[in-house]
C-alpha cells in the first residue's frame, strides 16, 4: 500500500470517527449532564448515563497528582499516538485491513486527547451495557464512540494477524 493510500485510508477512517465521536460527546453534555436522568433500554442492558473520566480505561490513573496524570495521559499519550501514526505511515502492508485497524486507534486515541486537552484533563464518557438478575449485575464501565474505536481498531489488528489475507504469504521450501 502507498504512503497516498495509507494518508487517504487515514482520513477516510479518522475524520468521520472524530466527527462522531466529539457530535455524541456533545450531545451527553447537552442532554445529559446536570440532572437529566439515566436512559436504559432493553432491560438494562444498554444504558445512556453521563460521566467524566480523569483516568484511562475503567479510570485507571485517576487518583495521581494533578502533574502526574496530566504528564501520563496527555503526554504519553501524545507520543503513543506520534508512534502508532508513524508506524502507519512507515509499516509495510499486505492489505488495509491493519491500516484500517491502526487508523481506527489513532482516530479513538485523539478524540479522547481532544477532550483531555480542552476539557481540563477529563474525557466524556455516556454509554454503559450489562446485564441485572436480582442481587447480580455485571456492567462495563462507562465509554464513548473513541472507545469503542480504539477497541474496534485492536480486534481488526488481532483479526489482520490471525486472517489468512492479513499474514504475508510463506514461500515454498
Do not use: C
Not at 16 to 32: E, Q, S, Y
Not at 91 to 115: C, K, M, Q, T, Y
Amino acid at each position: 500500500m502507498t504512503l497516498k493510500k495509507k494518508i487517504l485510508l487515514l482520513a477516510a477512517v479518522a475524520v468521520p470517527t472524530l466527527l462522531v465521536d466529539h457530535a455524541t460527546k456533545w450531545a451527553a453534555i447537552a442532554f445529559l449532564k446536570d440532572g437529566y436522568p439515566v436512559y436504559s433500554w432493553v432491560g438494562d442492558l444498554f444504558r445512556l448515563q453521563y460521566a467524566e473520566n480523569t483516568g484511562a480505561f475503567l479510570s485507571l490513573g485517576s487518583t495521581l497528582s494533578d502533574f502526574w496524570r496530566a504528564w501520563v495521559m496527555i503526554g504519553v499519550n501524545s507520543l503513543i499516538l506520534l508512534g502508532v501514526f508513524l508506524f502507519l505511515l512507515l509499516a509495510r502492508f499486505p492489505g488495509a485491513l491493519a491500516p484500517s485497524a491502526l487508523s481506527l486507534v489513532l482516530a479513538g486515541g485523539v478524540g479522547n486527547l481532544i477532550d483531555r486537552v480542552f476539557r481540563d484533563g477529563r474525557v466524556v464518557d455516556f454509554m454503559n451495557m450489562g446485564v441485572s438478575a436480582g442481587d447480580f449485575s455485571l456492567r462495563t464501565g462507562i465509554f464513548n464512540v473513541a472507545d469503542l474505536a480504539i477497541v474496534a481498531g485492536v480486534v481488526l489488528l488481532v483479526a489482520s494477524e490471525i486472517l489468512p489475507a492479513g499474514r504475508r504469504k510463506k514461500t515454498p521450501e
